[in-house]
């Protein structure tokens, strides 16, 4: 059954992997960046220390710290997890650009009247200067919260201050993300509805097990494609 979209008052976005692809750009810098430093330390070629991590996420999923894995498989120090997965993590983002359709979708949500706020989780320095360079820090978000290590907070407790400071019902927000184990079931748990934007490695591994998550309300190939949620004929998948 289709939802009533007629209600719906604001529009959360995620950003990576949602906004921009990530896993085709940053994510594989970081591991080729941890690769280098992983294949000394276990002697092994920078290629071999590069697919160890692929197939340790393949394994385990994506929210495995990889490097928690590496030190226990190879018995090495503790020192060495945060060691790695600060070279995994401060990679260069000066290269990242928005999907083609973001910018104009945008703008289309705000001028619809949709109150658009963007969520995202990770270390604030890196993730405001991802939203810096993609050119997003003004006027394309009513707000933007940063979710993560530096202030312990997850994406709940942003959606829960979210609905508090801007008056809103679960059943008035759409939260359109890729991340099928973090903002999906987090905003499907409070009522909103869920859209899960089909691309990257949180996606595919949702196709690979879909029966050990929940279900997504819709699913779209494009951020563009959330505009036809707004006339109420877009298709459910089933």
Same mark, same amino acid.
């Given at each position: 059954?289709?939802?009533?979209?007629?209600?719906?008052?604001?529009?959360?976005?995620?950003?990576?992997?949602?906004?921009?692809?990530?896993?085709?750009?940053?994510?594989? /810098? #970081?591991?080729?960046?941890?690769?280098?430093?992983?294949?000394?330390?276990?002697?092994? +070629? =920078?290629? =071999?220390?590069?697919?160890? /991590?692929?197939?340790?996420?393949?394994?385990?999923?994506?929210?495995?710290?990889?490097?928690? %894995?590496?030190? +226990?498989?190879?018995?090495?120090?503790?020192?060495?997890?945060?060691?790695?997965? =600060?070279?995994?993590? *401060?990679?260069? $983002?000066?290269?990242? +650009?928005?999907?083609?359709?973001?910018?104009?979708?945008?703008?289309?949500?705000?001028?619809?009247?949709?109150?658009?706020?963007?969520?995202?989780? #990770?270390?604030?320095?890196? /993730?405001?200067? %991802?939203?810096? $360079?993609?050119?997003?820090?003004?006027?394309?978000?009513?707000?933007?919260?940063?979710?993560?290590?530096?202030?312990?907070?997850?994406?709940?407790?942003?959606? /829960?201050?979210?609905? *508090?400071?801007?008056?809103? %019902?679960?059943?008035?927000?759409?939260? $359109?993300?890729?991340?099928?184990?973090?903002?999906?079931?987090? +905003?499907?748990?409070?009522?909103?509805?869920? $859209?899960?934007?089909? *691309?990257?490695?949180?996606?595919?591994?949702?196709?690979? =097990?879909?029966?050990?998550?929940? %279900?997504?309300?819709?699913?779209?190939?494009?951020?563009?494609?959330?505009?036809?949620?707004?006339?109420?004929?877009?298709?459910?998948?089933?």
């Amino acid at each position: 059954m289709l939802k009533d979209f007629k209600n719906i008052k604001a529009i959360i976005l995620d950003l990576d992997d949602t906004l921009y692809d990530c896993s085709g750009t940053l994510l594989l /810098q #970081g591991r080729r960046q941890a690769a280098k430093n992983i294949a000394k330390i276990i002697n092994c +070629s =920078e290629e =071999e220390a590069y697919n160890l /991590q692929l197939e340790i996420e393949k394994k385990y999923g994506t929210r495995v710290n990889i490097y928690e %894995k590496i030190v +226990s498989l190879y018995n090495l120090p503790n020192s060495y997890i945060k060691e790695l997965l =600060e070279e995994f993590i *401060h990679t260069d $983002v000066s290269g990242i +650009s928005l999907f083609p359709d973001v910018k104009d979708t945008l703008i289309q949500l705000m001028v619809l009247g949709y109150k658009v706020i963007l969520v995202t989780s #990770g270390e604030k320095e890196i /993730q405001d200067k %991802k939203i810096h $360079v993609l050119g997003l820090s003004r006027g394309c978000f009513d707000d933007i919260f940063v979710a993560g290590r530096n202030n312990g907070q997850i994406k709940k407790d942003c959606f /829960q201050e979210i609905m *508090h400071r801007y008056n809103l %019902k679960p059943e008035e927000i759409v939260c $359109v993300g890729d991340k099928i184990d973090d903002e999906l079931t987090a +905003s499907k748990s409070l009522g909103m509805t869920t $859209v899960m934007i089909e *691309h990257g490695r949180h996606y595919e591994l949702y196709v690979r =097990e879909p029966h050990i998550y929940i %279900k997504p309300d819709y699913f779209i190939k494009h951020i563009k494609d959330i505009l036809e949620l707004r006339i109420g004929n877009y298709s459910q998948i089933t």
